[in-house]
């Protein structure tokens, strides 16, 4: 099987001989051969763009938003064959992607194809003249996504683009080329012009050449904060626009009045779900004095019934990591926390078997794990992990939590467990985070903005907030008088 471009419309392996093979994380195999773009082909995707794009912005909303609205029906009515090209690409369980990634993905199209003929500027009345604006679209676009979430982090970025009228360029993680080319597939399928949406693989490379391309007038990354500052500053030389949506350290603070059992459910999924590779995780948990044993006790107990193991299982709770580098990245980390003191409550090994007895060895597997007795200042509780890593941290008063939870360069999310409908608010408007749940976590429905403050990124995706980053504003003052000169 090979991975190769989409441009023009087309599979194309591209001008670039040099390759690569991404595997499976869950036993190692490859999966395929995935070709590199390169200058050659970044043009002939940018050609193909602008070519499309002369076409699509003429087209009036609700011509594009249809597109958009079957291409979301396509994905759907594919649903078990993505999913499982997603799992097999990234080694999340196949109950996940069956749930979530593409209907995540499929919801994002709907909405933006919906609201697409919707986008508008406003009419202001003036003395003897009358203005109005116009939100018009930039052009050609370029997307690039990490691996965790690979379709959705496409749809994401292309449904609000293609909805203002842009063309997009998308480059996928080299680790997760797969299902890129499916949102393409289901584009040209839906009716859209050639070129409108495009993929070109590789690694950073690729993005940077897509980040230094003066016709491509916007990126926007998904990514960890070290890359969203070396495009943040390639695009300055431009002053290209940006979206960056980067890491985090969240905090998930649970106050003694929370319900313990759903205060548990959300510690887990906001630190477990896709093997802990989730930007948004609360993986810094906050627990009131009062209530920690308890919490820790329900916490443990339910951690250790989470079943590890083959992801194309429907019982499985939790996949491989994407890599084995990775895997020995989220080692290290385990063995720093150690080493600095924390005591490891459970988990963090490598298993043999799943829990079904089969042989896992040769996956990128690791066991939930809970660190207890950590300190702000441990590695730990300071670096994102991206793993399934969680470590929880003992508070006694409100005041001294929101300050814990804000001493971080981070401020992508924050959760808070209350009964108290007041506190709820009052401590979630003193949060530095720019994704915020009461009593949930890690909810991101397609309706409300998602994105980071401080260096969590730039900008937002979803919702009506993110047609502001996809347009240009263009004012238009009509005279009804003389023309005044005083010449
Ligand atoms: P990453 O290493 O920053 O890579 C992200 C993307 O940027 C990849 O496609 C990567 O290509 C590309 N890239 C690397 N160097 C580049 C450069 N100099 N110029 C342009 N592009 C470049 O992140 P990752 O390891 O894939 O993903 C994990 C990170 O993403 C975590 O920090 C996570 O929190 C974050 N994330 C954030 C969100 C959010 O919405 N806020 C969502 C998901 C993940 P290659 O990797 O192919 O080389």
Same mark, same amino acid.
């Given at each position: 099987?090979?991975?190769?471009?989409?441009?023009?419309?087309?599979?194309? @392996?591209?001008?670039?001989?040099?390759?690569?093979?991404?595997?499976?994380?869950?036993?190692?195999?490859?999966?395929?051969?995935?070709?590199?773009?390169?200058?050659?082909?970044?043009?002939?995707?940018?050609?193909?763009?602008?070519? @499309?794009?002369?076409?699509?912005?003429?087209?009036?909303?609700?011509?594009?938003?249809?597109?958009?609205?079957?291409?979301?029906?396509? $994905?759907?009515?594919?649903?078990?064959?993505?999913?499982?090209?997603?799992?097999?690409?990234?080694?999340?369980?196949?109950?996940?992607?069956?749930?979530?990634?593409?209907?995540?993905?499929?919801?994002?199209?709907?909405?933006?194809?919906?609201?697409?003929?919707?986008?508008?500027?406003?009419?202001?009345?003036?003395?003897?003249?009358?203005?109005?604006?116009?939100?018009?679209?930039?052009?050609?676009?370029?997307?690039?996504?990490?691996?965790?979430?690979?379709?959705?982090? @496409?749809?994401?970025?292309?449904?609000?683009? $293609?909805?203002?009228?842009?063309?997009?360029?998308?480059?996928?993680?080299?680790?997760?080329?797969?299902?890129?080319?499916?949102?393409?597939?289901?584009?040209?399928?839906?009716?859209?012009?050639?070129? $409108?949406?495009?993929?070109?693989?590789?690694?950073?490379?690729?993005?940077?050449?897509?980040?230094?391309?003066?016709?491509?007038?916007?990126?926007?990354?998904?990514?960890?904060?070290?890359?969203?500052?070396?495009?943040?500053?390639? @695009?300055?030389?431009?002053?290209?626009?940006?979206?960056?949506?980067?890491?985090?350290?969240?905090?998930?603070?649970?106050?003694?009045?929370?319900?313990?059992?759903?205060?548990?459910?959300?510690?887990?999924?906001?630190?477990?779900?896709?093997?802990?590779?989730?930007?948004?995780?609360?993986?810094?948990?906050?627990?009131?004095?009062?209530?920690?044993?308890?919490?820790?006790?329900?916490?443990?107990?339910?951690?250790?019934?989470?079943?590890?193991?083959?992801?194309?299982?429907?019982?499985?709770?939790?996949?491989?990591?994407?890599?084995?580098?990775?895997?020995?990245?989220?080692?290290?980390?385990?063995?720093?926390?150690?080493?600095?003191?924390?005591?490891?409550?459970?988990?963090?090994?490598?298993?043999?078997?799943?829990?079904?007895?089969?042989?896992?060895?040769?996956?990128?597997?690791?066991?939930?794990?809970?660190?207890?007795?950590?300190?702000?200042?441990?590695?730990?509780?300071?670096?994102?992990?991206?793993?399934?890593?969680?470590?929880?941290?003992?508070?006694?008063?409100?005041?001294?939590?929101?300050?814990?939870?804000?001493?971080?360069?981070?401020?992508?999310?924050?959760?808070?467990?209350?009964?108290?409908?007041?506190?709820?608010?009052?401590?979630?408007?003193?949060?530095?985070?720019?994704?915020?749940?009461?009593?949930?976590?890690?909810?991101?429905?397609?309706?409300?903005?998602?994105?980071?403050?401080?260096?969590?990124?730039?900008?937002?995706?979803?919702?009506?907030?993110?047609?502001?980053?996809?347009?240009?504003?263009?004012?238009?003052?009509?005279?009804?008088?003389?023309?005044?000169?005083?010449?």
């Amino acid at each position: 099987m090979a991975y190769t471009q989409f441009i023009d419309g087309e599979l194309t @392996a591209g001008a670039n001989r040099e390759s690569w093979i991404n595997y499976n994380p869950a036993n190692n195999t490859p999966l395929g051969e995935v070709f590199q773009a390169n200058a050659q082909d970044i043009e002939a995707a940018v050609g193909s763009a602008e070519k @499309a794009f002369h076409d699509w912005r003429t087209k009036t909303g609700a011509e594009r938003g249809r597109v958009l609205v079957k291409a979301a029906e396509i $994905l759907r009515s594919r649903l078990e064959q993505i999913a499982l090209l997603e799992t097999q690409d990234v080694g999340k369980p196949i109950s996940e992607s069956l749930a979530v990634d593409i209907s995540s993905a499929a919801d994002a199209l709907e909405y933006f194809g919906g609201i697409a003929a919707g986008i508008h500027g406003e009419y202001v009345d003036l003395k003897n003249a009358f203005g109005y604006t116009r939100p018009e679209p930039l052009g050609v676009c370029a997307g690039i996504g990490a691996w965790n979430y690979p379709i959705q982090i @496409a749809a994401w970025k292309a449904a609000p683009a $293609l909805a203002c009228g842009n063309a997009m360029i998308f480059k996928p993680s080299e680790l997760t080329p797969v299902t890129a080319l499916e949102l393409a597939k289901a584009f040209m399928e839906a009716g859209a012009p050639r070129g $409108l949406f495009n993929v070109v693989q590789g690694d950073g490379r690729v993005g940077a050449m897509l980040t230094d391309h003066p016709r491509i007038a916007k990126i926007s990354l998904t990514g960890s904060v070290a890359t969203g500052k070396k495009i943040f500053a390639g @695009a300055a030389s431009q002053l290209k626009r940006v979206t960056l949506e980067l890491g985090g350290k969240s905090p998930l603070i649970i106050f003694e009045d929370a319900d313990l059992q759903n205060a548990v459910s959300a510690a887990l999924l906001a630190n477990f779900y896709t093997q802990g590779e989730v930007c948004s995780n609360g993986t810094r948990v906050f627990v009131q004095r009062k209530i920690y044993d308890a919490f820790l006790m329900q916490l443990k107990e339910r951690t250790e019934k989470i079943r590890v193991g083959d992801p194309t299982d429907p019982d499985t709770h939790m996949g491989a990591v994407i890599s084995t580098a990775h895997l020995e990245k989220i080692i290290r980390f385990i063995d720093a926390g150690k080493a600095a003191g924390a005591t490891l409550l459970t988990g963090g090994s490598r298993p043999g078997k799943d829990f079904k007895g089969r042989d896992i060895s040769s996956g990128n597997f690791l066991t939930p794990a809970i660190f207890t007795d950590c300190d702000d200042a441990m590695e730990i509780c300071k670096e994102e992990i991206f793993g399934p890593v969680l470590s929880i941290l003992c508070f006694d008063t409100e005041e001294e939590v929101i300050e814990r939870a804000n001493n971080s360069a981070y401020g992508l999310a924050a959760g808070v467990f209350t009964n108290d409908i007041k506190r709820g608010h009052r401590v979630i408007h003193q949060l530095q985070a720019g994704t915020c749940w009461i009593n949930n976590y890690n909810i991101t429905p397609i309706e409300l903005p998602f994105g980071g403050y401080k260096q969590s990124g730039l900008g937002r995706e979803n919702s009506l907030a993110a047609i502001q980053y996809y347009t240009q504003l263009k004012s238009v003052y009509v005279e009804l008088g003389n023309v005044e000169s005083p010449y």
